[in-house]
């Protein structure tokens, strides 16, 4: 078991978040966690990460409770939110320093970062003189900087053009051969491109999980499975 909840509910004021929401995810693989806006994927994702907490019910990572023993947590989660809070006035490395000392980790975890991730020859920029598709690159370096078992991230290609959007679905599948990988998208082809399996969700709750050998890795049989189990 690398992430596992049991029914667990949150509301904002008379607004259901999430509604008994109950899955169990095994190591080393890369779960799409596919919805509409709205659908609860960032809230389920900040309560694994222990930012927030459940109303009910029960998260853990790795057997740690995400909110009872969220330190813990965070020391072997990292988290990429769909904001991708980076200092852009920081220099990349200076940022990724800065990220390491945090969690108390070694800097020879930058250099590994850098070289794995691309960043080499941007590593003297400030982030602000950064591409979007360099900057989801830091926000994955910093999220890996202190080699976590399992990476949440957050709708990681928003806002990418197509050539991104290739280069950072081909780093997130290298990153989740050794990995347990979480990420929420909207985009049919994005799960069938980097996904072993899927889980739909719809108004807070899951109405489906699957394999994605189940849609014959036909995208338009996945995209037909989602809009009949969302509609």
Do not use: W
Request: glycine residues 8%; positive net charge.
């Amino acid at each position: 078991m690398a992430i596992f909840t049991q029914k667990i509910s949150k509301n904002y004021g008379g607004q259901v978040a999430l509604d008994n929401v109950s899955i169990d995810l095994k190591k080393g693989r890369i779960i799409g966690l596919l919805g509409p806006n709205g659908a609860g994927k960032s809230t389920l994702m900040k309560i694994l990460t222990g930012y927030i907490p459940a109303d009910s019910g029960q998260a853990k990572i790795s057997n740690f409770d995400c909110y009872k023993q969220s330190l813990e947590v965070k020391k072997i989660v990292g988290y990429l939110p769909e904001n991708n809070p980076l200092y852009n006035e920081m220099y990349v490395i200076e940022f990724l320093k800065f990220v390491a000392d945090l969690y108390k980790t070694s800097h020879d975890q930058i250099e590994k970062r850098l070289k794995q991730l691309g960043l080499i020859e941007e590593s003297h920029k400030k982030i602000k003189q950064l591409s979007k598709g360099f900057k989801q690159r830091v926000g994955l370096a910093s999220a890996l900087i202190h080699d976590p078992d399992v990476l949440i991230l957050d709708e990681p290609t928003t806002g990418l053009d197509p050539n991104q959007l290739v280069e950072i679905r081909k780093l997130i599948r290298e990153i989740g051969k050794d990995k347990t990988v979480l990420l929420s998208t909207h985009i049919m082809q994005e799960a069938e491109a980097i996904c072993d399996e899927v889980i739909f969700i719809k108004k807070g709750k899951i109405v489906r999980q699957a394999a994605i050998e189940e849609f014959d890795g036909k995208t338009g049989k996945l995209e037909e499975a989602f809009q009949k189990a969302t509609k």
